[in-house]
Every structure is written in C-alpha cells, then in structure tokens.
C-alpha cells in the first residue's frame, strides 16, 4: 500500500525513523496522535558508531534525548553502501517483536518515499508518512504551535551560513531564511535540527553547545549533554 493513502489503524504498532530532528519529531507525534502505538524509534549511525547519520549527532546525545520521551530507542551503523541492506534487517527484526509499520518524516520527495517504501515492503510491513505533501511552512506553524523546541545543529556549507548554528528555530528565524531566500523547512538538506523539547517529552533536554567542525559539505554544532 503506498504511504500517500496509508491510514493508521487504532493502536498499530509502528518504528520511527529517528533523526532526533523537527521532521521525525512532528511525524512520530502526528502518528500517535492518529492513534498509532509508538513502539521504537530506530536511528542510524556511521559505520563507527559515534555520529548518527546526516545529523552527526553523538550516542550521548540522543540517548538522552530518547529517554526523555520514553519510547525504546535501537541503533543500527553501517557505511552508506551498506546503509540500505542494514535498515531492512533492522526492520525485519523489529516485525519479529510486532512492529507492522515504519513512519518517516519527509514531506515532499519523491525518492525518499520510494525508498522507504521499499524497505518497509522488504520488511513486510507498511510505511507511513505522516507529513507527506503537506505545505511546508504549514508543517512549520503546526510544529511550533504544538510546543516543540528545535535548535539548529548542521548547515549545508553551499546553501547556509554556519552563523545559524545554535540558533532556536522560532517564527523569526523562519521570516529571516524566507527573506533571503533559503526555504525554512530545510527539507532539501538546508539545515538540520535537534528537538529539545515538547508535548511528548518529560522534560526539556539540556545540552550543552560546544565548537563548530566541518564534515562532508555540512558545518556541525558538537553537543554534550
């Protein structure tokens, strides 16, 4: 079944695609909102194991974040020629242990819903993306009006200043980045985000902000927690 038309069903068990991002946030909180029952969030890691994938986030880090929301976290590492063949059996374990959908946090491109369809149909299970083809600046407002906090954590080198690093996304920010044309919702690699607080947290999360290091065309703010 394609994720476009995908209803979830009352209490279906399902595994986030965990960024520790907005997007993965709004998406798994839309998912239970919609009755579905959260039963892991699933993250990413370089093949070393220390930084999570696309947003170089550290183990530390989001396993606190993670335990904030109190939903079992699972981590899985792997190069990016191995990435895709990993995920899958990832899901596969987890359908063992009853989970029977994915949820993913893109809204509007193509490939990546291809893919994560075709994961979760190796997986047998269905794939479920809330946020899909909704307005972008629309997910935006629902984002901040629901009470999440996010602060900017990477910048493309090629599209954002690195001064953004650090900065709370809030209703200026997003004016500022439209004014000079980046589009705010970051949904082509502009940014990325780490979500700190919210309606499915016990309680903020503290990080401290540490330098600034380049990896892979992407300026990086380090955390600690």
Known sequence: MSAVSLLPKAAIPFVC???????S??????AMRAGARPSFLLTMFDESGERSRSHGLTK???????????????????SWSEYESVFIAALQEL??????AGVFGDIDIEDHRLWEEKVCKAASIEAYLPLWKAPRTALLDEFLVLGFNATIIATCDEKVDKKYLGRALDAELISEFTCIG??????EGEYHTIVTDGPIFAQPLQ????GQVFRSGYWFLELEV
């Not at 695609?17 to 997007?23: A, E, I, P, Q, T």
């Not at 359908?95 to 029977?100: I, P």
């Not at 990080?207 to 540490?210: P, Q």
Request: proline letters at 4%; glycine letters at 14%; charged letters at 20%.
């Open 207 to 210: 990080v401290r902000m540490g």
């Open 17 to 23: 695609s965990w960024s520790g991002g907005k997007d």
């Open 95 to 100: 359908k063992k242990v009853g989970v029977k």
């Open 182 to 187: 980046i589009d705010p919702s970051g949904e």
């Open 60 to 78: 530390g880090v989001l396993q606190a974040q993670t335990a904030l929301m109190g939903i079992p976290w699972v981590t899985r590492m792997a």
């Open 25 to 30: 946030c709004l998406a798994l909180y839309s």
